[in-house]
Each structure stands twice: as C-alpha cells, then as structure tokens.
C-alpha cells in the first residue's frame, strides 16, 4: 500500500505539472497579451512592463522561470492589480473551500439516505419517486439550477441575498452545487444496496433476528459505501469547477470566480496559480477516495 501511495502521489505531480504546462503555453499562443487592452500605453513603458514581467523572453523561458520561483513559493504578482498572487488566490480558496466542503458533505449524507431508502422500498411509491427526483437533479445543469434559484428565491421572493458572508448566505450556492452528486450518489447507492441486500451473509442476519435497520447500516451500507467513496474524486472534480460557474451567478469572491476573473484579463500569474491549486485538490482528493476505499474494503487490492 505504501509503494502504491508513493507511485500516485508521483503521478499527482507529473499530472499536476503537464496540466500547468499545458494552460501556460495555451494561454500564450492566444493573440494578445496582457497589456494590449491599456489605454494610451506607452510603449517604452510596455516594453518595461513585460521586461518586468519575462514576457519578452521566449515561451519555454518564461515557464521555466515561473515553475523556479513557485517551487521556492514565489508565485508572482498579479498583472492587472500588483497584489501578491498567492493572498488572492489562497485568500479566495477559503471561500470555495467552505462552499465547496459543505456541498460536497451535504450531497454525500443526503445520497446516502436517500439511496437507502430507495433500495429499501424498492419498486415502492416512494422508490419511483426518488428515482424521478434524482434524475431531474441529473439532467439539470448547476449554472441553470442556480439561475432559476436566484431568480425565485432571491428576485422574487426576497427571501435571501445575492451573496453574504453569512450562513445563509451559503444556501442557495450550496443547493446548486450539491444537487447534481447527490442525485448520481443517490442511484450508485441504490444500486449497490440492492446488490447487497440480496447477499448471503444479509439473509444471514435476518434469520439470527437482527433488527431491519441494523441490517441495513451495519451489514449491507458497509458494503455498500465503497462505490461511493470511489466517488469522491471525482465529485470534487465536479464541485470545484462547478464551483466556477456558481460562484459568478451569486458574485462570491471565491477562487472559481477570481479564476474566471483572471482568464478575461489575461492576468497569467493568476491563472497559473489557480490551475494548480484546483489540479493539485482534484489529484489529492483522488488519492485519498482510493486509500479510504482500501481501508473500508481490505480486499481491494492495488495494482
């Protein structure tokens, strides 16, 4: 298990490192640069600007020269502001971390349950009806459920600001970005529970008078919860850029709009920073769904 950790965190790394190379040398085959959109730009100060910045240098050059000062935690300054680009970014990560980490939470407590008892009262009214649910939550977009969630509770009704640091200002964001994995939980957990249900050592339990619930939670959830976990990975994925989106539907000065942000200024420290930190979240949180599954299931065996 040890060897198998170490070979992942290596191949988190090398991902890390070709997604950063591919975003730097696509930003800079784009027409433009950052300081073309400047009014009235001289141009010995141009010049002085992209000597400060290496854009005058080649292409390879310039990433070089980034990848140097970010491993010794230089991440730059940014373009457009000349603020330090890791207070931006880390600073924002905080806000899409919460927003992020209570989505995610939320989606996976509330699939759980209600793969559950989807499984439980299968072929039930109740089962068809979660069954309908989770596949609207599916079909429908994060961008487009956060619209319409503005628009009703927070147009219309009043009910909730656009966006507050508040706790309730969490809950329309978090709606939006947790219906989607709760509703893909909700059918892997059914259709695992299902599975499990009708195993052996489940009937087992029912004939030596276990109680129904404790069949269910202590017995079949156990087996149960590893596809689940195996999700993890990539519901941060799916959270962290969904997150983008979101977050410039509610304004919230979290990482997914400071990204979006950055991409429309061509403001390249930030970007860069950006790409790493959300490539580097998404290649931990994989290797983590993979050990957790390890330690629930001891019969998984990794290659």
């Known amino acids: 298990m040890l060897c198998y950790a170490a070979k992942r965190i290596f191949l988190a790394i090398a991902t890390v490192l070709i997604v950063a190379a591919i975003v730097f040398f696509a930003m800079h085959c784009i027409p ?28 390879p050059e310039q990433f070089v020269l980034y990848l140097g000062g970010a491993l010794r935690g230089d991440w730059g300054i940014s373009l ?15 806000v899409s971390a919460r927003l992020g980490a209570v989505s995610m939470l939320g989606a996976a407590l509330l699939g759980l349950a209600l793969g559950c008892a989807s499984a439980v009262w299968h072929s039930r009214a109740a089962d068809r009806l979660i069954l309908l649910m989770t596949t609207l939550f599916v079909a429908v977009p994060s961008f487009l459920l956060a619209t319409l969630l503005l628009l009703v509770f927070c147009l219309k009704l009043g009910w909730f600001g656009v966006w507050s640091a508040s706790g309730t200002g969490y809950v329309l964001p978090v709606i939006s970005l947790m219906m989607y994995p709760m509703a893909y939980i909700t059918r892997l957990t059914r259709s695992s529970m299902l599975e499990a249900l009708h195993q052996d050592y489940v009937r ?33 994925a799916y959270t962290l850029t969904g997150s983008m989106v979101v977050e410039n539907v509610f304004t919230i000065g979290g990482l ?16 860069m920073a950006a790409t790493i930190v959300l490539a580097a979240l998404i290649a931990l949180s994989a290797l983590l769904s993979d ?3 390890r330690a629930i299931d001891p019969r998984i065996d990794f290659a």
């Open 32 to 59: 433009g640069g950052p300081f073309d959109s400047e009014k009235a730009t001289d141009p010995a100060a141009k010049a002085a600007l992209q000597s400060r910045f290496h854009l005058d240098k080649s292409v």
């Open 204 to 236: 087992a339990a029912r004939v030596r008078g276990v109680r129904e619930g404790a069949v269910v939670a202590r017995h079949a959830l156990k087996n149960a919860v590893t596809p689940v976990i195996a999700y993890l990975g990539p519901m941060t």
């Open 256 to 271: 997914g709009s400071r990204f979006v942000e950055s991409i429309a200024n061509r403001d390249y420290p930030v970007v």
């Open 291 to 293: 050990l957790l599954c």
């Open 80 to 94: 457009k502001t000349g603020r330090e680009v890791s207070d931006m970014v880390f600073g924002a990560l905080g």
